[in-house]
């Protein structure tokens, strides 16, 4: 289990982009694989993307298909979630996540798979 870092979240206008990051706190190395959530008041926590230990596998939910970009720098010890077009539904709270129990060859959708979680960092989009 590892202590995560998000940073990125902000204030735009719909149809701006803005780029979440996301690492390990402490320089802490470890094998896993990650994705992003997102938890828009009143509704339940949702995925948003997920990736694999070595990036070469990736998912993205329908919602933000062809607008948002999951990848990581494993040199870097960094996943991001690039987000453009973003839209007012977008607007939540983002969480980063990170899972050592399952294949690393894979990328999962279920939180439970996920024993590592960032504090969250705010989208807001604007119309």
């Known amino acids: 289990q590892v202590q995560l870092v998000e940073s990125g979240g902000g204030l735009v206008q719909a149809g701006d982009s803005l780029r979440l990051s996301c690492a390990p706190s402490?320089?802490?190395?470890?094998?896993?694989?990650a994705a992003w959530f997102r938890q828009a008041p009143g509704t339940e926590r949702e995925v948003v993307s997920a990736?694999?230990?070595?990036?070469?596998?990736?998912w993205n939910a329908d919602s933000v298909k062809g607008r948002f970009t999951i990848s990581r720098d494993n040199s870097k010890n960094t996943v991001v979630l690039q987000m453009n077009s973003l839209k007012p539904e977008d607007t939540a709270v983002y969480y980063c996540?990170?899972?050592?129990?399952?294949?690393?060859?894979?990328?999962?959708?279920?939180?439970?798979?996920?024993?590592?979680w960032g504090q969250g960092t705010q989208v807001t989009v604007s119309s």
């Open positions: 996540a990170a899972g050592t129990d399952g294949s690393k060859m894979y990328y999962y959708t279920s939180a439970g798979m996920y024993n590592s």
């Open positions: 402490g320089g802490a190395r470890s094998r896993y694989y």
């Open positions: 990736i694999n230990w070595s990036g070469d596998r990736s």
